[in-house]
């Protein structure tokens, strides 16, 4: 049973660049939620997407976007980056609507460094 | 809006001991539910027990259970017989379930450290 797979581990950009993540869900979950976790910190959510729609957000700036595809696969851009975005981003997936027994699954993170 | 608290920023413990760490967290909402969630250094987060707070009995996972405590609103985390591979950051995390809608609200982490 593949567990949830994000791309790439790392990544370096420069200031004002723009960057994709990317991340395969658990086998038979529907949902992606995306987190932040700066160094030293707890993960904050960014959002989440079902249905290929964006179901909630976090408190995250327009900067921060997103795409889900039919095979549940989702993406996370981040334009115009600033050094505060250096920080492990985290994929989690769950099966979604109409189950209380959710629990997210976490993918093992993409290392994005702003120079 | 919900916080979740760890006022542990690091704990220790030596080897087939046993170490609680502990977790606070704020909410109006009667329906929800608590996670503990292991990050060692390869990063992988990694559910170690879940509650649900419509029950009262405690979780537990093989080495590992909670005392659940829905008034105080506290929820600690019980390593027994502690081993090696036991170090790794622990995360408190509360979610408000809505059908469907449940995101994770952590708190900041306590580094678990085991010693022979």
């Known amino acids: 049973d593949a567990g949830v797979t994000q791309s790439p581990t790392h990544l370096i950009k420069t200031r004002g660049q723009q960057v994709t993540l990317r991340c395969s869900p658990k086998s038979g979950h529907d949902t992606v939620s995306w987190y932040q976790q700066a160094l030293g910190q707890g993960p904050q959510f960014i959002f989440q997407y079902y249905e290929e729609e964006e179901r909630q957000r976090g408190n995250f700036p327009d900067r921060f976007s997103g795409h889900q595809f039919p095979n549940y696969s989702s993406e996370l851009n981040v334009n115009a980056l600033l050094l505060g975005d250096s920080a492990l981003y985290l994929c989690?997936?769950?099966?979604?609507?109409?189950?209380?027994?959710?629990?997210?699954?976490f993918g093992p993170g993409t290392r994005l460094t702003v120079l | 809006a919900q916080t979740v608290t760890q006022s542990q920023p690091e704990m220790s413990v030596q080897e087939a001991e046993t170490v609680t760490l502990s977790c606070t967290y704020d909410t109006s909402e009667s329906d929800y539910y608590l996670f503990w969630y292991k990050q060692p250094p390869s990063r992988q987060m990694i559910l170690v027990i879940r509650q649900e707070a419509y029950k009262q009995q405690n979780a537990t996972e093989n080495r590992f259970s909670v005392n659940f405590q829905k008034a105080a609103k506290s929820f600690s985390l019980k390593i027994s017989d502690s081993q090696l591979g036991d170090a790794a950051m622990y995360f408190c995390a509360y979610a408000w379930v809505l059908p469907g809608y449940s995101t994770l609200t952590f708190g900041k982490g306590t580094m678990l450290l085991v010693s022979p």
């Open positions: 989690a997936s769950s099966l979604g609507q109409g189950l209380s027994t959710d629990t997210q699954y």
